[in-house]
C-alpha cells in the first residue's frame, strides 16, 4: 500500500506537475502541498505561505487556481494515483502593517480586485470579492501569548502568536472556513494538514472535522509538543476530543531520545505502549518537519545527518502510521543546511526504504534483537530492518521462528542478498548503517 507522503515544501504547482513520474517511481502515496490560500504573490520567501489574505483565493508566488486543477487532476489521472492534501492556515491571518491591519482582505487588496478584476475572477474560490471577509470583531483581541503562557491551554488558543491576528470561532468565522473546505474538497483536494492546529478551539476544529461532508478526507493537525509536561496539557486532549490524526511529535522525540549519545534504541522497540508515541491509526510520523531547520529554537531537534539516515530507516521499516518525508528548494538560511533536503524525495536510500514499507504495509512487527546500539525487528515473513547507531562492528544473533526459512532475502538500500537457514541466524550490522531486506520468492 502506498501511503507516505512527500512534504514538496515551497514547491511551485508546475515544478510538482513535472515532477510526477519521479514522485510515483520512487513510491509516494501522497502529496502535501505548501498553504493553497491568497499569501503575496510577489514573494518568494517561504513564510509567506503561513500568513493568508483571503480564503476566497487562490494565489501566491507558487502559483494560481489554474496551475492547482491541473496539479490535482494530473496526481488522479496517472498510475498509481496519487491523492493531494494541502496545508490550511485556518488559526490566523496575515501580518500586515497597514491602519486596517484587522480587516481582510483590506481595502488596498479590494481596490486591487477591482483593478484586476479578470485576474481575481480567474483565481476565485468562492463568494463575493466586492466586499470584505473578516473585521476586528473576527479576532481575539487578548494580546500575545508570552513566556509564562505558553503550558496554559487557553491562553495558547485564544491569544496571538508573534504578532499574526488571530481568528476567533464566531459563527461568520466558521462559515466561512467550512465554505472554503466545501470549495477546495469540490476542486479534488483528498485531504488537509492544519497548520497551529493547538491554537485552534474545540469548536474550531469539530466545525471541520465533524463536518459530515468532510469525514471521508484524510485530517492532519499540528500540535507541537516537546516533552510529556506539554503532551498532557495538548495531545491528549486533542486525542479525546477529536478523530482526526496529528504529527507524532512524542514519537519524534523518542527517535531523538534514542540517537543521541547514551541514548537507547530499546526505546524504539515498542514506543506506543510505553506512551512514547500517538496510537497507530492517529500518527504521521515525520523525522523532519519544516519548522525545525527554520527557527532558531526548534534547531537543537536536527539529527545528525547519518542518524536522520538511520532513523528513516526505522520510521519506514516500523508498524503504525502515515509516514512523511520533508523534501525543499535549500530554503533553509544556515549554510550547514545547503543540499541536504534538495531533491531528498528521490534519494536512493529514500526510495528504497519506502519500497520497503509498501511491500510490508500490514504485515505484524516482531521483535528479533536489541542493546543500546543495535534495533532489528521483522515484518512478518516478508521484511527485516536492522539499525546499528555506534561506530563499532556489530553480530545481531535471533530467533528465526516467524521467518521464511529457507529463505533469500535482498537488502535494499545496500543490494546485498543473503539466506536464512536453522534456528538462529547471526545478521552482521556494520557501524553507523541501517539494512531493509526484503524477500525474494
Given amino acids: 500500500m502506498r501511503n507516505v507522503i512527500l512534504h514538496a515544501f515551497n514547491w511551485r504547482y508546475t ?8 514522485i510515483r517511481e520512487s513510491g509516494y502515496g501522497a502529496i502535501l502541498l505548501p498553504p493553497i490560500l491568497y499569501s503575496d504573490p510577489h514573494s518568494e520567501q517561504w513564510w509567506q505561505r503561513y500568513q493568508p489574505k483571503d480564503y476566497r483565493v487562490l494565489l501566491s508566488y507558487l502559483g494560481d487556481k489554474r496551475d492547482l486543477q491541473q496539479l490535482i487532476t494530473a496526481c488522479h489521472a496517472g498510475s498509481p494515483r496519487l491523492e493531494v492534501y494541502a496545508d490550511l492556515v485556518i488559526n490566523h491571518m496575515a501580518n500586515e502593517a497597514r491602519h486596517d491591519r484587522l480587516n481582510f ?6 481596490c486591487r480586485y477591482r483593478n484586476q478584476s479578470a485576474l481575481y475572477a480567474e483565481n476565485r474560490l468562492y463568494g463575493n470579492l466586492g466586499e470584505g ?8 483581541q487578548l494580546g500575545e501569548i508570552d513566556a509564562n503562557e505558553w503550558s496554559d491551554r487557553k491562553s495558547v488558543q485564544l491569544q496571538s502568536l508573534s504578532g499574526l491576528p488571530d481568528l476567533n470561532d464566531s459563527d461568520w468565522v466558521l462559515a466561512q472556513q467550512r465554505t472554503m473546505v466545501e470549495a477546495l474538497i469540490a476542486m479534488g483536494f483528498d485531504g488537509f494538514r492544519i497548520d497551529a492546529i493547538k491554537h485552534l478551539t474545540e ?12 469525514r471521508g ?51 524504539l522497540s515498542n514506543p506506543e505502549n510505553q506512551g ?41 521499516g516500523r508498524d503504525g502510521g502515515v509516514p512523511l518525508i520533508y523534501s525543499d528548494h535549500n530554503e533553509s538560511s544556515y549554510p550547514e543546511d545547503k543540499d541536504r533536503w534538495l531533491n531528498f524525495y528521490k534519494r536512493a536510500d ?26 532489528v525487528f521483522s515484518r512478518g515473513v516478508k521484511g527485516i530492518v536492522a539499525i546499528n547507531k555506534s561506530n563499532a562492528n556489530q553480530w545481531a544473533t535471533f530467533s528465526t521462528q516467524g521467518l521464511l526459512n529457507s529463505g533469500r532475502y535482498y537488502d535494499l ?10 534456528d538462529l541466524f547471526t545478521l552482521y550490522v556494520p557501524p553507523r548503517t541501517a539494512q531493509m531486506w526484503l524477500v525474494k520468492y
Fill in 133 to 140: 471577509l473578516f473585521s476586528p470583531w473576527d479576532f481575539n
Fill in 217 to 267: 478526507k484524510f485530517w492532519f493537525g499540528e500540535v507541537l509538543t516537546s516533552n510529556n509536561s506539554e503532551e498532557a496539557i495538548f495531545i491528549e486532549p486533542f486525542l479525546q476530543e477529536t478523530w482526526i490524526s496529528a504529527y507524532d511529535f512524542p514519537l519524534f522525540q523518542t527517535i531523538r531520545e534514542a540517537f543521541t549519545i547514551g541514548g537507547s534504541l530499546r526505546a
Fill in 105 to 110: 482582505p483590506g481595502e488596498a487588496e479590494l
Fill in 15 to 22: 515544478e510538482i506537475i513535472n515532477s510526477l513520474d519521479a
Fill in 276 to 316: 512514547n508515541a500517538l496510537p497507530w491509526n492517529r500518527a504521521v510520523t515525520f523525522v523532519i518537519n519544516h519548522d525545525i531547520p527554520h527557527n532558531n529554537p526548534f534547531r537543537p531537534w536536527l539529527l545528525e545527518r547519518q542518524d536522520e539516515h538511520l532513523a528513516y530507516a526505522y520510521l519506514l
Fill in 350 to 375: 529514500i526510495a528504497a526504504m519506502i519500497q520497503f514499507h509498501n511491500a510490508v504495509h500490514g504485515q505484524a512487527m516482531s521483535l528479533l534483537y536489541e542493546t543500546d546500539v543495535v534495533l
Fill in 203 to 214: 469548536r474550531m476544529i469539530d466545525n471541520i472535522a465533524d463536518n459530515p461532508g468532510f
Fill in 413 to 422: 538500500i545496500h543490494q546485498h542478498e543473503m539466506t536464512i537457514t536453522g
